[in-house]
T-cell receptor, first 111, second 112 residues
Framework: QKEVEQDPGPLSVPEGAIVSLNCTYSNSAFQYFMWYRQYSRKGPELLMYTYSSGNKEDGRFTAQVDKSSKYISLFIRDSQPSDSATYLCAMIYSGNTPLVFGKGTRLSVIA | DAMVIQNPRYQVTQFGKPVTLSCSQTLNHNVMYWYQQKSSQAPKLLFHYYDKDFNNEADTPDNFQSRRPNTSFCFLDIRSPGLGDAAMYLC???????????FGDGTRLSIL
């Protein structure tokens, strides 16, 4: 079992839809959770960062962490064609350990 | 106001010919990372520096080396590139290891 599981998609939705992206993880030692967005031929861009269970909202984006279920989600409201990208979840143990990425989910928002 | 800058954006080299990729940062972050990313895959960490302390991932080939002459700059040296080393190479920085990483736009390396 991989440490971080993420459905690679592709996921295709109509403009205006609510998008739900998810990752599961196996190690309860993960404490910090991130979502990155990566456009084609660009580096990953940090969208959300959280270190506790619960919800964190930023504009149209909401990150949700459920540590008891080892499950994190990113919700995108009122999705736009400009949201079309690959979304990578990532997480860190505490201490001096690097990021562990999910494989990424490719999202297409169709106008 | 790019904060993590990678040069060049595209690099073509010949099989076996050494190549150096560069990264600079304006964030004054302690940690700098190099990742390799192949098509439709997640970035794979090669190594990172915490200040001057070098940390190599166990499965990073010996063909890959890195230098960090100062806080702002970090270099990735590929001594003898093979066809399998064609990829996007991403540089990232973070203030501390457990904090979010900020990525550059990468250098796409092609091997002839």
């Amino acid at each position: 079992q991989k440490e971080v599981e993420q459905d690679p998609g592709p996921l295709s939705v109509p403009e205006g839809a609510i998008v739900s992206l998810n990752c599961t993880y196996s190690n309860s030692a993960f404490q910090y959770f991130m979502w990155y967005r990566q456009y084609s031929r660009k580096g990953p861009e940090l969208l959300m960062y959280t270190y506790s269970s619960g919800n964190k909202e930023d504009g149209r984006f909401t990150a949700q962490v459920d540590k008891s279920s080892k499950y994190i989600s990113l919700f995108i409201r009122d999705s736009q064609p400009s949201d079309s990208a690959t979304y990578l979840c990532a997480m860190i143990y505490s201490g001096n350990t690097p990021l562990v990425f999910g494989k990424g989910t490719r999202l297409s928002v169709i106008a | 106001d790019a904060m993590v800058i990678q040069n060049p954006r595209y690099q073509v080299t010949q099989f076996g010919k050494p190549v150096t990729l560069s990264c600079s940062q304006t964030l004054n972050h302690n940690v700098m990372y190099w990742y390799q990313q192949k098509s439709s895959q997640a970035p794979k960490l090669l190594f990172h520096y915490y200040d001057k302390d070098f940390n190599n991932e166990a499965d990073t080939p010996d063909n890959f080396q890195s230098r960090r002459p100062n806080t702002s700059f970090c270099f990735l040296d590929i001594r003898s590139p093979g066809l399998g080393d064609a990829a996007m190479y991403l540089c990232a920085t973070s203030r501390e290891v457990h904090q979010p990483q900020h990525f550059g736009d990468g250098t796409r390396l092609s091997i002839l």
